[in-house]
């Protein structure tokens, strides 16, 4: 399959540790905000969403901050394994619409 | 259960040549998208439909492009007269209903990788 991220921003992190993953977007009137995780090959696969009327959001080891007073969006992942190796993208969406824009990514890499 | 499958995996054409990918998404989802996403990029809307309908189809390139979804489940991307410039992954992700407002999780294909010659 296609090889994603090769020229992308790369964060990597020793197994065990937590991850912090930033994400700047675009527009202003966006209310609706995901993060995807892509593994080489495979689509992206949904991991955690937040409403513009929250700044924050936790699932299982993820957490989602919202600034958007910034425009500032981020993806912390807790303890991160080996597994969690991929690309992550943010996309945001404006209400109203159904264009999602995506971010242009970060590898993360997770050392053992 | 069955996800989103795309067919076929790879696809390589030569300029000028026209192509069909297809998109079969999980059963019982109205909602559609195509994306394009090329190397290190993410993915970039092209179209979307509900049911039958493409409801927004702003992302579409050029008129070379173009999709349809004629029973509101299996969809095609056609683009005609290709050129290397098309030369991407094209994506596909369907939900149960999108309202604009408050969406449900859009389930990716693996993609179709397209090169043109």
């Known amino acids: 399959g296609e090889s994603v991220g090769l020229h992308l921003p790369t964060l990597s992190v020793q197994e065990g540790d937590n991850s912090i993953i930033n994400c700047a977007y675009s527009?202003?009137?966006?209310?609706?905000f995901i993060w995807y995780k892509q593994e080489s090959g495979k689509g992206p696969q949904f991991i955690i969403d937040?409403?513009?009327?929250?700044d924050k959001r936790q699932g299982q080891r993820v957490t989602v901050l919202l600034n958007k007073t910034v425009k500032h969006l981020s993806l912390q992942i807790a303890a991160t394994q080996p597994g969690d190796s991929a690309v992550y993208f943010c996309a945001e969406l404006t209400s109203g619409t159904y264009k999602y824009i995506f971010g242009t990514g970060t590898r993360l890499k997770v050392l053992a | 259960g069955a996800g989103v499958s795309q067919t076929p995996s790879n696809k390589v054409t030569e300029k000028g040549k026209y192509v069909e990918l297809r998109c079969d998404p999980i059963?019982?989802?109205?909602?559609l998208y195509w994306y394009r996403q090329s190397l290190g990029q993410g993915p970039e809307f092209l179209i979307y439909?509900?049911?039958?309908?493409?409801?927004?189809d702003s992302g579409l390139p050029n008129d070379r492009f173009f999709a349809v979804r004629p029973e509101g489940s299996v969809s095609t991307l056609k683009i005609q007269r290709t050129e290397r410039g098309d030369s991407a992954v094209y994506l596909c992700?369907?939900?149960?209903?999108?309202?604009?407002?408050?969406?449900?999780?859009?389930?990716f294909g693996p993609g179709t990788r397209l090169t043109v010659l």
């Open positions: 439909f509900q049911g039958t309908g493409a409801a927004d």
């Open positions: 937040i409403r513009s009327n929250m």
């Open positions: 059963s019982g989802h109205t909602a």
């Open positions: 992700a369907s939900s149960y209903v999108t309202s604009g407002r408050y969406t449900d999780t859009q389930y």
């Open positions: 527009n202003s009137a966006s209310d609706y």
